[in-house]
């Protein structure tokens, strides 16, 4: 169990990682082209992977061909080329604790789409997260903010917020796209489809790419971001899921905007601010109730 606990710690080690290598890719290559590259390294990965634990990939119904489509569009595709987007707008830190409502994001869109019940402790983590939300948001001044949103809220913000929205319809399509499918095949299958889909967003920016400004450390970005980030950390995820339940192992994400923050402030010398730690703890505390 020991083994488990650290590969899901190292998981969130990674994927804070990737608020890092995103942040330096997205200086250099344009949202869709620097995704597409991911993915490239990922579903490669993932069919070798696939092949090598489940004899390849199974023959989908015409009902799986839509939901895995639906997978690659929502969580690849849109949700990659708002996480690029937002990068090149503003700092990995505080881009990793927007991330960190996905599961609150989530939980709203089921109760809306799914008609899932939320009791009375599920809304008060809600709560919670998006008072910590606000917080991080706006920098500590939320009433400030109501005379002059624009100085809180801007691009990037506006684009994580939509990342986050784009994964809660991932998962909830999941859901439906899991049915007679492994997790190795559904996600390798929506690595191809968002492949597709990115390549062809891409093919209308491949041609303003200045490659001269593309060096080691984009390369490595986008390296890590393929083979780390997407699959090494898939595979210890659903490790983890499977041994100690969603639920247990879904506070494990928590890690994630802590390493993202640290990481973000060694490597890349970004300010940690205390409306940062404060609203990152009341998210956590909030992702926490509602995972109950």
């Known amino acids: 169990m020991k083994t488990i606990y650290a590969k899901l710690v190292m998981t969130t080690f990674i994927w804070g990682g990737t608020f890092i290598a995103g942040r330096i890719a ?21 069919l070798l992977l696939a092949w090598k634990r489940e004899g390849g990939l199974p023959r989908l119904t015409g009902q799986q061909i839509g939901a895995t489509a639906a997978l690659g569009l929502t969580g690849i595709f849109l949700y990659n080329f708002c ?38 402790l599920k809304w008060g983590g809600i709560a919670i997260a998006f008072v910590g939300a606000a917080i991080v948001i706006t920098r500590g001044e939320p009433l400030q903010a109501l005379h002059d949103i624009s100085q809180s809220f801007g691009t990037g913000e506006l684009f994580m917020l939509t990342a986050a929205s784009s994964w809660a319809a991932y998962t909830i399509v999941g859901r439906a796209a899991l049915k007679g ?112």
């Open 26 to 46: 997205s200086h250099a290559l344009p949202p869709m082209t620097a995704a597409s590259l991911r993915f490239a390294i990922a579903a490669v990965l993932l």
């Open 181 to 292: 499918l492994t997790p190795l095949a559904a996600t390798t299958y929506a690595a191809l489809w968002g492949l597709l889909f990115l390549l062809l967003g891409a093919s209308r920016e491949i041609g303003s790419v200045d490659w001269s400004v593309v060096d080691w450390k984009v390369g490595a970005s986008v390296a890590y971001l393929g083979a780390f980030g997407t699959v090494i950390g898939f595979v210890w995820w659903y490790e983890g899921v499977k041994a100690i339940g969603p639920s247990r192992a879904a506070v494990f994400n928590n890690l994630v905007p802590v390493f993202g923050i640290t990481l973000a402030a060694l490597m890349l010398g970004e300010q940690v601010l205390a409306s940062m730690v404060t609203g990152g703890v009341l998210v956590a505390a909030g992702v926490t109730l509602t995972n109950r």
């Open 83 to 120: 996480f690029f987007t937002a990068l090149g707008h503003m700092p990995a830190g505080r881009s990793a604790l927007f991330v960190a409502l996905n599961p609150i994001v989530t939980a709203l869109a089921a109760a809306v789409i799914m008609r899932e019940r939320l009791t009375g």
